[in-house]
């Protein structure tokens, strides 16, 4: 009798396992295409993305940069205050975008230039996307607009 609990009990702990290990698999495979890690302009340079890898980049819309086309397309530059990255989207950018402004793109570079998907844009003066201060920050650039001038 009690060779068979126990042997009841490692046949329910080996599902349990198994079932964890495809459950995680599952996951994993469902999320593949929807991770995007996000990168500054300098890291863009200094670690080049592989061909047709997506991910998402942010900094400053560098100022003078934007120029609008015949079409749908804009090109302008982001910068991070140390690399700059030239950027063409086509579609309709945000109302709030603007240069000298914090944006987040989406998209992979082709032939040295970011290709984006999808643009985001600050939602206020104020505001700025929380991965674009850190870049800012690590590049010894950042300045709070809340914190008054001394």
Known sequence: M?????????????????????????????????????????QVVEDPPSQGEVFRIGGLVEEGSIVRGQSETVTFRVT??????????????????????????????????????EILAKHDETYMPAEVVDALKEQGVYVDPNKPES
């Open 2 to 42: 009690k060779g068979l609990k126990k042997q009841r009990r490692i046949q329910i702990i080996a599902l349990a396992a198994v079932a964890l290990v495809g459950a995680t698999g599952l996951v994993g495979y469902a999320m593949r295409d929807g991770i995007n890690f996000f990168r500054s302009p300098t």
């Open 80 to 117: 991070d205050m140390n690399e700059s990255i030239p950027v063409a989207y086509t579609g309709i950018l945000p109302d709030l975008f603007a240069e000298g402004q914090g944006m987040v793109g989406t998209g992979s570079m082709i032939d040295g230039t970011f290709q984006a998907t």
